[in-house]
């Protein structure tokens, strides 16, 4: 089984800090993605990468920034932490772009 | 742009039917899918459906009619660990191979 592994459940930061969400997969996947979950607004897509050093935006970028130096980590960057980026973070993997797997997710506050 | 379209709630009884509707504007089309998440938990890939008709899988099946841009899935046999929320998803044709996704549909099952 595919494994995607984020690699912190629950975060607490201040605001202005740099945050790091990193997120590793075991099973050569080329495709990676990062979105956030709030209530109310389902699943947005914040970056994603088909390749390695490849990126690219997705609905939400602002306030985001991404690494991907090996296949298998994506690291989710927030650059100077806001209240407003208080959310679940949801790293994922995918071979051929229909069925994903998905990480346990990183519950983030930012205060 | 794309949007998905899906009911915010959905209650039922064990061993019940019931049906979860996915209505979708997308300005390319590479199928459906749908993914499960339970309370606290990453999503998990359900079943994809890339041509008209419907696909079961055990208690589970999704149907697709891309004239009508719409999809459903279908529980049978609800039980209580079928409460979740359910989201159904398709490709941005925009972004690669990432995923749009509904905001979801929250499923209850009671005794």
């Known amino acids: 089984d595919v494994k995607v592994t984020q690699s912190s459940r629950y975060l607490v930061k201040r605001t202005g800090e740099k945050v790091f969400l990193e997120c590793v997969q075991d099973?050569?996947?080329?495709?990676m993605f990062w979105y956030r979950q709030d209530p109310g607004l389902g699943l947005r897509l914040i970056y994603f990468s088909y390749d390695v050093k490849m990126k690219e935006k997705g609905d939400i970028p602002e306030g985001y920034s991404v690494s991907r130096e090996k296949k298998e980590r994506f690291s989710l960057i927030l650059e100077s932490a806001s209240t407003n980026q208080t959310s679940m973070y949801l790293c994922?993997?995918?071979?051929?772009?229909?069925?994903?797997?998905f990480g346990s997710g990183t519950r983030l506050t930012v205060v | 742009g794309q949007s998905l379209e899906q009911p915010s709630e959905v209650t039922a009884v064990e061993g019940a039917i019931v049906q979860i509707n996915c209505t979708y504007q997308t300005s390319g089309f590479y199928g459906l899918s749908w993914y499960q998440q339970h309370d606290g938990g990453a999503p998990t890939f359900l079943s994809y459906n890339g041509l008209d008709g419907l696909e079961e899988t055990g208690r589970f099946s999704s149907f697709l009619s891309r004239s009508d841009s719409y999809g459903y899935l279908l529980l049978q046999e609800l039980q209580m660990k079928d409460s979740a929320s359910y989201f159904c998803?398709?490709?941005?044709?925009?972004?690669?191979?990432?995923?749009?996704f509904g905001k979801g549909t929250t499923l209850s099952v009671s005794s």
């Open positions: 998803a398709v490709r941005d044709p925009q972004a690669g191979t990432a995923l749009i």
């Open positions: 099973m050569d996947h080329e495709n």
């Open positions: 994922a993997s995918s071979f051929t772009g229909y069925g994903y797997t």
